[in-house]
């Protein structure tokens, strides 16, 4: 199994959660400048261009990283990544998983375009993201992890997206229940493994 990925981005949460079930696989850097690996054009693994993606051992190819999360915990049901399919409560956690993919990645990704100005990305934080880690932070508050008491595949996809706003220059220092989130994620041992690998600093700072 292969995971194609590129530091910094959100592969971060498909590798945490791969860890946490003990898979073998091993890591393939891509240049998301060139779209391009050691193995050649990266285009031909995923011509949407984009990371992560996840070669599995009889060749097939799962793009998405919600879906990758939804693939890893339900071939490792054991790992409990996810609830079972089927069950309410595996419904909340894709609205969970799709909440952190599309108003929280789609929307700190704005904050990395190239294609709009400094004053409108500080509008769009202000406007925008702001009411999404409000809304994480409340959550948060009466739980230690997404889906409740326990780490889930949700887990990992959120502390990743929430690695970034430090990056673009949006503090959310002020969040108390989501910094107590980061903290306590990174005591995890598939979390530090996964930063190390990366070559990523070791704790995360607001």
Not at 32 to 37: I, M, Q, V, W
Request: overall charge negative; aromatic content about 12%.
């Amino acid at each position: 199994m292969k995971l194609y990925f590129t530091p910094g981005s959100c592969g971060l949460a498909a590798q945490i959660s791969l860890r946490e079930v003990g898979a073998s696989f091993d890591l393939v850097k891509v240049d998301f400048g060139t779209k391009h690996t050691v193995e050649g054009d990266y285009m031909q693994v995923n011509p949407k261009g984009f990371i992560p993606s996840l070669k599995l051992g009889g060749g097939e190819i799962i793009t998405e990283n919600a879906v990758i999360l939804q693939w890893i915990a339900d071939a490792h049901p054991g790992a409990k990544l996810l609830p079972p399919a089927g069950t309410m409560e595996r419904y909340r956690a894709l609205e969970w998983l799709n909440y952190v993919a599309t108003d929280l990645h789609k929307g700190m990704a704005v904050m990395f375009s190239g294609f709009i100005d400094g004053a409108s990305k500080v509008r769009f934080a202000e406007g925008n993201l702001a009411a999404r880690f409000e809304y994480v932070d409340a959550h948060l508050a009466l739980n230690d992890y997404v889906l409740g008491d326990t780490f889930s595949a949700v887990d990992g996809y959120l502390y990743n997206v929430l690695r970034w706003p430090v990056r673009v220059n949006v503090d959310i220092s002020d969040y108390t229940a989501i910094q107590a989130f980061m903290r306590r994620m990174e005591e995890r041992p598939s979390v530090i493994a996964a930063l190390e690998s990366e070559g990523a600093a070791a704790k995360y700072q607001p």
